[in-house]
């Protein structure tokens, strides 16, 4: 633990990537193999499973540190953390202990079935023999709340550097459903048996904005244009005769889109699509607002009701492996090509469609069609270099997305409440609202858009400026406006105002406008008529 | 009562006096030298004689008289002492006794010895009035013989990286503790005006600390590579460090012990040090006073007097102008300034 607390404190001291890179590299070096494996696991969100509620543990720290549960509870928010405050409040360990991160993940995982006082006994003794900063990971090991300001990417390229292995050849490595339980160092980083995990999907090819005149770009014939569909991310995989969903965020989602089961007995085996998963109105052909999908994304199974109300397809981007070939290094031009003939001649009520391609030829054409974006339900364009391969991550150059602008409206600030972590000691998240006659209603949130000079700002007037608290939450005199951006609208019977916004931000601190002039829920309800 | 808590401070009705007042008065004692505790504009002022050269400079042309840590001074119908505080060099609490009643007015303390400011001497009280800037268990602060070994490591790895330390530390006690924890044979000691000047008046007052070179306009900074340079935290990310060239930043304070702080300052390096008590120094400090009545000023008040009542002690809050340790901004809790 000493070595991987060590390591956690030099990734935490510093904002450069590349120290932060290196302090990785050495750790993917020189650690143990299972602690190695574990790192890459935390650092990919393979979390062990919490076994131990937090409310034991402030208990527990409490009663070790001798203080009530009160004096508790009015440290944390002060520190913002609570496996920091736990190991901020805990006297000194009376020993030091030299066990390995992977050997101390084995007796936390070994609790799951113990009785409560020998978890209580673990974790005290643990406690009291680790050091303050070991204690610090340990809890975030308990609590399960990890994050170490190390993206996969940068955790990646880390890896690259210590193995001398392609970083997009790691990346796909490093994908789908392992665990450390479930694969060796060997087996998963230096000679992976590719039929080993058929549930493997490849890295997604993400987009940056376009930040210029889409003219930059060259002739507008290098490039496919299809509509940016506002659904889930997903790539289907049909191997060996079973199928799964894979989410952007390398989630396993197979289970919550059922339908998609029935491709199985249309494509053969050995494809991998890469697409969109919409909620999908049958009738007319056309999407479904992203609030019809909501409800299906947070269940592991469908009821039957919600099957019907929301049915989806996955709408197909692009096509990475056919025939169990890997297609990624050929051109879109091609994969497009194959695509199309594999998904020709299926019947209309299997659930899936070729995304299509936006026919004008030329930007004026392209630009005219992306005006239309928030009518077909879409968020923009996507444009994509016809002779570009696929590639891994987030990468300028082949793939742009090609959004429409935000929707915004004027809105007044009325409560702040503190951040958390980094955010701890800022007032970062507001509540705003607008003019419904001479009342200002709540419509939405926002915690980001400002720079960190305007949130230091803006907490020294919230500090003065308080009228009432509620907990955390401060009421605050409705004096200053911001412009909230975002990018649609929906009715919404759970909100005071009766709608909720999709990607709320500050855009703008308008201290140029009066409180007077901020918009009101008159024109909050034309949007929504427009766009929802 | 002893001691009253007014508009402008904390009153002697017994001896017509104030101490540390933040309003002008025409007598007021001073705990230290920092600006919440010494004020401009008062009549006349009394401190200890090692307080004194830091407030003249401070303060310019007052009417300032001295007294010896322990001398017994009758003021009125009061008598009055000073006692080391640790806080900063020349430091007290201020001992009243009114009718066979004492009070002690701490002013900023704490209870380690910094190897600088005479060590804080417990004084047997019926009332003792406390700070609380650090006043929650999650305070706990780095031993000064580790804080050294961590300095010059920093330093050290900071030379040998071709770059300069930056450590933002107050002028006032912190840089000077600082100081003496350097070792003088990594390199040059290079110090921003703010801190040169009250290291100066600290030096002329006999307090043996290494040598400094202060960045002037004309100060060839080439000729003095692997530097550490002290600076006021404010000084840290303005316009002012631009000319230092590469550099690793640190902070030393005691908001360094939480991470969301150390984090939001974006320096590379915190380091947990503080001129204020801890959170077992200040229980250590208020059970060695044998006091039965406790009153707290500024830091985390509330909490700490709930649980000093807790404990079995009167406990009060007394709302004051004092500031505490300042880093700009510090973490939010209730009373926290």
């Known amino acids: ?532 | 009562m002893v001691l009253e808590f007014t508009e402008a401070g904390l009153y002697c009705p017994a001896a017509d006096v104030h101490i540390d007042p933040w309003r002008p008065v025409p007598r007021a004692l001073i705990t230290h030298g920092h600006s919440d505790h010494a004020r401009p504009g008062h009549g006349a002022y009394l401190s200890t004689g090692e307080a004194a050269p830091v407030i003249r400079h401070r303060l310019g042309d007052i009417r300032l008289d001295t007294v010896r840590y322990g001398e017994t001074l009758r003021i009125g119908g009061a008598t009055f002492s000073f006692h080391p505080a640790g806080h900063v060099p020349g430091s007290a609490q201020i001992r009243v006794e009114v009718g066979g009643e004492v009070w002690v007015v701490s002013g900023d303390y704490k209870t380690v010895d910094d190897g600088l400011s005479e060590p804080f001497e417990p004084v047997r009280c019926h009332t003792f009035i406390t700070e609380s800037t650090f006043g929650l268990p999650i305070y706990a602060w780095t031993p000064q013989e580790a804080l050294a070994r961590d300095l010059n490591a920093w330093w050290a790895e900071t030379a040998a990286a071709g770059k300069r330390a930056v450590l933002g530390v107050y002028a006032l006690g912190k840089a000077q503790r600082i100081l003496r924890l350097l070792d003088p044979s990594i390199g040059p000691i290079l110090t921003h005006g703010a801190i040169e000047a009250v290291t100066e008046v600290l030096r002329a007052q006999g307090l043996s600390l290494p040598d400094t070179i202060q960045i002037t306009a004309g100060t060839d900074l080439k000729a003095h590579p692997g530097a550490m340079v002290l600076a006021p935290p404010s000084a840290l990310g303005s316009a002012w460090m631009r000319r230092l060239g590469p550099v690793s930043t640190g902070f030393a304070s005691g908001w360094m012990r939480l991470r969301g702080v150390r984090r939001r300052r974006a320096a590379d390096r915190g380091f947990v040090v503080s001129d204020h008590a801890d959170w077992d120094g200040l229980n250590a400090a208020i059970a060695a006073t044998g006091a039965s009545r406790v009153f707290v000023t500024h830091g985390y008040t509330q909490s700490f007097a709930r649980w000093l009542s807790e404990q079995g002690y009167e406990a009060g809050v007394v709302e004051t102008e004092f500031g505490g340790e300042s880093l700009d901004e510090a973490p939010e809790g209730e009373g926290a300034a």
């Not at chain 1, 705003?432 to 949130?455: C, H, I, M, Q, R």
């Open chain 1, 1 to 532: 633990m000493k070595r991987f607390a060590a390591l956690f404190a030099a990734l935490d001291r510093t904002t450069s990537t590349r120290t932060k890179t290196r302090a990785l590299a050495d750790y993917f070096r020189d650690a143990p193999e299972a602690d190695r494996l574990w790192c890459i696991a935390l650092l990919s969100g393979r979390r062990p499973r919490r076994t131990i509620t937090t409310t034991k543990l402030r208990e527990w720290a409490a009663e070790r540190a001798g203080i009530p549960l009160w004096l508790f509870e009015t440290c944390y928010p002060v520190v913002g953390d609570l496996s920091e405050t736990i190991a901020l409040i805990l006297p000194e360990p009376s020993r030091e202990s030299d066990l390995p991160l992977a050997e101390w993940i084995a007796r936390l995982r070994a609790l799951d079935t113990a009785d409560e006082e020998t978890r209580k006994a673990a974790i005290l003794d643990a406690w009291d023999s680790l050091a303050p900063d070991e204690r610090f990971v340990f809890n975030k090991l308990l609590t399960g709340g990890w994050r170490m300001g190390v993206s996969q990417k940068l955790m990646t390229r880390a890896l690259s550097q210590a193995t001398d292995i392609d970083e997009a050849e790691l990346t796909h490595r490093l994908m789908g459903d392992w665990t450390p339980d479930t694969v060796s160092w060997a087996g998963l980083i230096e000679a992976p048996d590719p039929t080993a995990d058929l549930s493997r999907p490849y890295p997604f090819y993400l987009a940056y904005q376009v930040d210029g005149a889409p003219e930059e770009l060259g002739p507008a014939s290098d490039w496919l244009a299809e509509r940016k569909w506002d659904g889930i991310r997903g790539q289907l995989i049909l191997r060996g005769g079973e199928h799964w969903l894979w989410s952007r965020g390398e989630e396993l989602i197979t289970e919550r889109f059922p339908e998609l089961a029935r491709l199985r007995d249309f494509l053969p085996p050995g494809t991998v699509i890469d697409g969109e998963v919409l909620a999908w109105d049958r009738q007319d052909e056309t999407p479904l607002p992203f609030a019809r999908l909501q409800p299906r994304i947070g269940r592991k199974t469908v009821p039957k009701k919600l099957l019907s109300e929301a049915p989806v397809i996955l709408m197909a981007y692009d096509l990475l492996e056919w025939q169990g070939t890997d297609l990624r290094g050929a051109p879109l031009s091609q994969r497009r090509e194959t695509l199309a003939g594999a998904l020709s001649n299926l019947p209309e009520e299997l659930p899936v469609r070729l995304s299509p391609r936006v026919a004008a030829t030329d930007w004026a054409g392209l630009a005219e069609a992306r005006a239309q974006s928030r009518d077909l339900g879409a968020e923009g364009l996507m444009l994509k270099r016809l002779s570009a391969p696929y590639l891994a991550g987030r990468k300028k150059g082949d793939w742009w997305k090609w959004k429409v602008d935000p929707l915004t409206i004027d809105a007044v600030m009325i409560y702040a409440q503190a951040g958390s972590g980094r955010r701890a000691t800022l007032y970062t998240d507001f509540t705003f609202a607008v003019w419904d006659g001479n009342a200002l209603v709540p419509f939405t949130k926002a915690y980001s858009g400002l720079t960190d000079a305007e949130f230091g700002e803006i907490t020294r007037w919230v500090r003065k400026n308080t009228t009432e608290r509620f907990g955390p939450v401060r009421a605050v005199r409705p004096e200053h406006v911001f412009e909230i951006a975002f990018e649609g609208i929906q009715q919404s019977p759970r909100h005071k105002s009766g709608v909720a916004l999709r990607f709320p931000r500050m855009a703008r601190w308008r201290k140029d406008k009066p409180v007077s002039e901020a918009n009101t829920l008159h024109d909050l309800k034309a949007m929504l008529a427009q766009y929802g």
